[in-house]
């Protein structure tokens, strides 16, 4: 039987060895039922953007100027396997900056009729940073209406869904279903190891 409490421990107890101890991982259930977020002793402010809403929440330290936030809601499915719903979404910034840049977010979403994104997938985010201290600097407005224009010529790149575990090489489909326990507690280990040994790399 597929056991959210039982996942959400197993996760808890397998992806710990991932922060330092002075984080103390724990994702840990909020009101609303069946509904997970991270938390520990090393937490700050950040925002977070998804779906296209800009919500305030608090990240953990996970290793030099990284923080994450995670996030898991289970829900009734016509299944035996509950419709789940899996975030993890990486910062970057000082303790003190509440305008820690959103780097990347990887998700899972697994439900009855999900036949359109790929499963699991990746969300970028871009950098714009250098755009926003330009706007700052120059009260010139042609400028800023010129940024505008050359904006408006790009896409909204956190909008594509990047596909993680595409089986195009075996003519297989880009969705992954969710099927049992392990397959997610498996997927966050992999998860937090590849990423953090790339973010290493690129430092």
């Not at 499963?119 to 010129?146: G, R």
């Amino acid at each position: 039987m597929f056991d959210p409490k039982k996942i959400i421990s197993k996760i808890n107890n397998s992806c710990k060895n991932y922060f330092p101890k002075e984080s103390m991982f724990l994702l840990r259930p909020i009101r609303e039922n069946n509904r997970y977020i991270i938390s520990g002793k090393y937490l700050e402010k950040a925002i977070n953007n998804y779906n296209n809403d800009h919500e305030e929440v608090k990240v953990l330290w996970w290793f030099d100027d990284f923080w994450l936030y995670i996030e898991i809601r289970f829900q009734k499915s016509e299944t035996d396997i509950p419709n789940t719903f899996i975030s993890l979404s990486v910062f970057q910034g000082n303790d003190s900056d509440n305008n820690k840049k959103q780097l990347l977010r990887a998700e899972w979403d697994n439900f009855d009729d999900n036949d359109i994104h790929p499963q699991p997938h990746w969300h970028i985010y871009s950098d714009n940073s250098f755009e926003k201290t330009f706007v700052e600097m120059i009260d010139d407005d042609s400028f800023a209406d010129l940024l505008n224009e050359e904006k408006s010529k790009g896409i909204d790149l956190k909008r594509i869904h990047f596909a993680m575990n595409g089986n195009w090489g075996t003519n297989g489909s880009h969705i992954h279903k969710i099927s049992d326990e392990d397959t997610i507690i498996n997927w966050f280990q992999g998860l937090l190891g590849h990423i953090k040994s790339q973010l290493e790399y690129v430092k």
